[in-house]
């Protein structure tokens, strides 16, 4: 039986690492979103969303799907920071972001028949002090829209001073950690 690996998400940048790993996918988004209770540990949150967006498409796989879910957020003295809602967000979040270590957690959940894998990865990244011309030329490029934290270390800003941990997983998806697994999933 050929299974067939299926991502449970529309992050173009999930897709990017998956590719860049050399694999073949269908993308499969989840209509599945969290909504943070603000009391449930970052971790468990990421964890929780990631299994609800697996769930939520293995439910409508046939018995050769391997599906991976995955939710990234941000989180700064246990308070979670989602996708901003507009530019003002966005600016609040990269505001209470400057000159201070957040982590950033990936929960993932990789299901197949009769299979489950299910955990999360921390990085945590240091922002340098931002400068209100470099917050306003990142706010400008619109790179902020759509991802957790109103930022990606990928952009080509120098909003990152340094970094803990697995780079892959501050971009959207800990592929090294995954790899293996994934690849056993799919025998």
């Known amino acids: 039986m050929n299974k067939k690996l299926i991502l449970a998400s529309a992050s173009p940048r999930r897709k990017s690492l998956l590719q860049d790993f050399g694999y073949e996918f269908a993308v499969e988004p989840s209509q599945k979103e969290g909504a943070f209770d603000g009391i ?38 246990g308070k979670i920071y989602g996708k901003p809602i507009d530019k003002a967000d966005a600016k609040r979040m990269l505001l209470e972001l400057s000159g201070k270590t957040h982590q950033v957690i990936t929960g993932y959940a990789i299901f197949a028949k009769g299979m489950r894998e299910t955990g999360s990865v921390t990085t945590s990244v240091t922002f340098s002090d931002l400068s209100p011309q470099l917050l306003q030329d990142y706010l400008d490029s619109n790179l902020w829209q759509g991802k957790a934290g109103a930022y990606g270390i990928q952009d080509g800003f120098p909003l990152v001073c340094s970094y803990d941990g697995d780079y892959d997983n501050v971009v959207g998806l800990p592929i090294k950690r995954l790899d293996s697994t994934i690849k056993e999933f799919l025998k």
């Open 40 to 77: 449930t540990p970052p971790e468990k949150f990421a964890v929780r969303c990631a299994i609800n967006k697996a769930e939520d498409v293995f439910s409508r796989c046939d018995e050769t799907a391997v599906v991976l879910g995955a939710d990234t957020v941000v989180a700064l003295d």
